[in-house]
C-alpha cells in the first residue's frame, strides 16, 4: 500500500496541539475591521478548536 499524501491546504489551516486537538484561526477577522471594536478584534487572533463535527475528516487529511 503507497504512502497517503497530506493534503496541503488543511496543513495550513489547522493545527493539532500537544494533547491532539485541531486547532483553526477564527473567521471574521479579514475584512470590514473599522466597524469591529478593538475587544472583538482582538478575541480573533485567538486559535479555535475545529468542530467536532470536521474532526475525523480533517485528521484524515493531515495523515494524523
Do not use: C, I, W, Y
Amino acid at each position: 500500500m503507497p504512502k497517503l499524501k497530506t493534503h496541503s491546504t488543511t496543513k495550513k489551516r489547522f493545527r493539532v496541539t500537544r494533547n491532539g486537538k485541531l486547532m483553526h484561526a477564527s473567521a471574521f477577522k479579514r475584512k470590514k475591521l473599522e466597524k469591529k471594536s478593538a475587544k472583538r478584534k482582538r478575541g480573533f487572533a485567538q486559535a479555535t478548536p475545529a468542530h467536532a463535527a470536521d474532526v475525523t475528516r480533517v485528521r484524515r487529511a493531515l495523515g494524523v
